[in-house]
C-alpha cells in the first residue's frame, strides 16, 4: 500500500510538471506575440506552482514591464536579484522600472552596483547617464552618454538626454547638435524639436523657438509643454502679439499646464 502512494505521488508530480512544461510553452507564444496580459495571466498559473521558476519570473517581468506595470515588474525583478539568478539582466529590468517611477537616485544606486563588476556595459551606462540627466547632473550624464553613444552612435534617447545635459550645462551649440543628430535618425520625434525649441528660447532666440516649438505640436497637438513654451517665446519676440501668446497659454491650460494657468491668470484677461 505504501509503495502504491508513493507510486502514484510520482505519477501525481510528473504530471504537474508536464502540464507546467505546456503552460510555459503556451506563456512563451503568448509573449512572442506581444499578448502581454496573456502572458502574464499564463506566467501565473506556472509560478503558482513553481514560485522559484527563474525562468517565467523573468518572462512575467517583461510582459509587466511592456504593459508598463512598473511596480509589479520591479517586484518580479527584485525577486530575480535575491534569487542571485539572471542577476545583471534582472537589475537591468529593475533599474528600468526605477527610471520610468523616476526614482532616478535608485536607478543610479543599481547602475554602480552593476559598473562595478562590469565597467562597460552599455545599458547600464545609458540608464545611469540618462537619470544623471534627470538629476541634474550634467556632466557625469556627458560622461556616460558619450561612451553609449561612441558604441551606439543611432542611440536617440541618449542623444536626447546628452543634448539635455549640455543645453542645462549652458553648452547650446553641443545640445543643438545631438538633438539634430537625434532628427536626422527619427525625424518626427516631437521630445527633439521641443527641446531644441527650449535651447534656442534660453538664448533669446524667440523667432526660431517659437518655430521649433511648431514642429513639436505639428507632431503631436496634444504637447502641452510646447505650447505653453511656443506662448512664451510668442510673448518675447517683437514679431508677435500678446494675443499670440495668450491663444497658446489658454490652449496648455486646457491641456492641464499649471505654468500656462498661471501666465492666463496674470496676463490673458
Same mark, same amino acid.
Given at each position: 500500500?505504501?509503495?502504491?502512494?508513493?507510486?502514484?505521488?510520482?505519477?501525481?508530480?510528473?504530471?504537474?510538471?508536464?502540464?507546467?512544461?505546456?503552460?510555459?510553452?503556451?506563456?512563451?507564444?503568448?509573449?512572442?506575440?506581444?499578448?502581454?496580459?496573456?502572458?502574464?495571466?499564463?506566467?501565473?498559473?506556472?509560478?503558482?506552482?513553481?514560485?522559484?521558476?527563474?525562468?517565467?519570473?523573468?518572462?512575467?517581468?517583461?510582459?509587466?514591464?511592456?504593459?508598463?506595470?512598473?511596480?509589479?515588474?520591479?517586484?518580479?525583478?527584485?525577486?530575480?536579484?535575491?534569487?542571485r539568478q539572471n542577476v545583471k539582466l534582472a537589475m537591468l529590468?529593475?533599474?528600468?522600472?526605477?527610471?520610468?517611477?523616476?526614482?532616478?537616485?535608485?536607478?543610479?544606486?543599481?547602475?554602480?552596483?552593476?559598473?562595478?563588476?562590469?565597467? +562597460?556595459? #552599455? =545599458?547600464?551606462?545609458?540608464?545611469?547617464?540618462? &537619470? @544623471? /540627466?534627470?538629476? %541634474?547632473?550634467?556632466?557625469?550624464?556627458?560622461?556616460?552618454?558619450?561612451?553609449?553613444?561612441?558604441?551606439?552612435?543611432?542611440?536617440?534617447?541618449?542623444?536626447?538626454?546628452?543634448?539635455?545635459?549640455?543645453?542645462?550645462?549652458?553648452?547650446?551649440?553641443?545640445?543643438?547638435?545631438?538633438?539634430?543628430?537625434?532628427?536626422?535618425?527619427?525625424?518626427?520625434?516631437?521630445?527633439?524639436?521641443?527641446n531644441k525649441g527650449m535651447v534656442f528660447f534660453l538664448y533669446?532666440?524667440?523667432?526660431?523657438?517659437?518655430?521649433?516649438?511648431? +514642429?513639436? #505640436? =505639428?507632431?503631436?497637438?496634444?504637447?502641452?509643454? &510646447? @505650447? /505653453?513654451?511656443? %506662448?512664451?517665446?510668442?510673448?518675447?519676440?517683437?514679431?508677435?502679439?500678446?494675443?499670440?501668446?495668450?491663444?497658446?497659454?489658454?490652449?496648455?491650460?486646457?491641456?492641464?499646464?499649471?505654468?500656462?494657468?498661471?501666465?492666463?491668470?496674470?496676463?490673458?484677461?
Open positions: 500500500m505504501h509503495t502504491k502512494v508513493i507510486s502514484l505521488l510520482f505519477l501525481f508530480l510528473a504530471i504537474c510538471s508536464c502540464d507546467m512544461s505546456a503552460t510555459r510553452e503556451e506563456a512563451d507564444e503568448f509573449l512572442k506575440q506581444g499578448e502581454y496580459e496573456a502572458a502574464v495571466a499564463t506566467y501565473d498559473r506556472v509560478i503558482k506552482l513553481e514560485p522559484d521558476d527563474i525562468y517565467s519570473l523573468f518572462n512575467r517581468a517583461t510582459a509587466k514591464e511592456k504593459l508598463e506595470l512598473w511596480d509589479e515588474a520591479y517586484d518580479d525583478y527584485d525577486r530575480l536579484v535575491k534569487l529590468g529593475r533599474s528600468r522600472c526605477l527610471f520610468a517611477q523616476e526614482k532616478y537616485e535608485y536607478v543610479v544606486l543599481d547602475m554602480n552596483t552593476l559598473l562595478t563588476g562590469d565597467p +562597460k556595459n #552599455i =545599458e547600464a551606462l545609458d540608464l545611469r547617464g540618462r &537619470a @544623471y /540627466t534627470k538629476m %541634474g547632473e550634467n556632466n557625469k550624464a556627458v560622461d556616460d552618454l558619450t561612451i553609449v553613444i561612441d558604441k551606439e552612435p543611432n542611440n536617440v534617447q541618449a542623444l536626447i538626454s546628452r543634448g539635455a545635459a549640455y543645453a542645462r550645462g549652458r553648452a547650446g551649440s553641443w545640445a543643438i547638435q545631438d538633438f539634430d543628430r537625434a532628427l536626422k535618425i527619427e525625424p518626427n520625434l516631437p521630445v527633439a524639436h521641443f533669446s532666440n524667440f523667432t526660431e523657438a517659437a518655430e521649433t516649438f511648431d +514642429k513639436a #505640436i =505639428e507632431l503631436d497637438p496634444e504637447y502641452a509643454e &510646447a @505650447y /505653453t513654451r511656443r %506662448g512664451m517665446s510668442k510673448f518675447e519676440s517683437k514679431w508677435h502679439s500678446l494675443e499670440d501668446g495668450c491663444s497658446d497659454f489658454k490652449k496648455a491650460e486646457d491641456l492641464g499646464d499649471e505654468i500656462a494657468a498661471a501666465y492666463v491668470k496674470k496676463y490673458c484677461k
